[in-house]
C-alpha cells in the first residue's frame, strides 16, 4: 500500500470521530499546564541545588589539582635543567681544575729535570750515575717539602 493512502484514511477515521463525537480528542487545560511548569521548576530547583552544585565544586576542585599537579611538573622540570646545567658546569670546572693541576705537575716534573740536570752538568751520565742522581735530587726533594709543611 501507499504511505499517502494510509495517511489519508487516518485523516478521515480522525475527521469522521471528530464530527460524531463533537468532543475534540486533543485539549489543552491551562490549569494543568501551570501546575506542570511549576512541577518542572521544582524538580530543576532541587536538582540544582543537590546534585549540579556538588558536581560542579568537585570538577572545581580536581581541576585546580590538576592545574596544580601541571604547574609543579614544570617547576619541576625547570628544576632538573637548572641541575643539569649546574652538574655540567661543574663537570667542566672539575675537568679545567684537573688540567690546571696536570699542568703544575708536568711544570715540578720539568723543575726537577733541570735541577738533575744542573748537578750533572760536567759529568758523564751512566745508568747507575743517573740512578744516584735522581736518588739524590728525590731525598734533597723529599726534604725541602717537608721543611715547607
Do not use: H, Y
Amino acid at each position: 500500500m501507499d504511505v499517502l493512502a494510509i495517511a489519508s484514511d487516518v485523516g478521515r477515521v480522525a475527521a469522521q470521530a471528530t464530527a460524531e463525537g463533537g468532543a475534540a480528542l486533543f485539549q489543552v487545560n491551562l490549569f494543568w499546564v501551570i501546575v506542570s511548569a511549576l512541577n518542572f521548576i521544582v524538580f530543576f530547583a532541587l536538582i540544582w541545588t543537590f546534585a549540579f552544585k556538588p558536581v560542579s565544586r568537585m570538577l572545581d576542585d580536581r581541576r585546580e589539582r590538576i592545574e596544580q599537579g601541571l604547574n609543579d611538573a614544570e617547576q619541576a622540570r625547570r628544576d632538573r635543567e637548572e641541575l643539569d646545567r649546574m652538574r655540567e658546569r661543574a663537570t667542566n670546572e672539575i675537568e679545567a681544575e684537573k688540567q690546571r693541576a696536570i699542568g703544575e705537575l708536568r711544570g715540578e716534573v720539568a723543575d726537577l729535570a733541570l735541577a738533575a740536570a744542573s748537578r750533572v752538568v760536567g759529568e758523564s751520565m751512566t745508568d747507575e750515575r743517573q740512578r744516584r742522581l735522581v736518588n739524590e735530587f728525590l731525598t734533597a726533594s723529599t726534604q725541602d717539602g717537608d721543611a715547607r709543611n
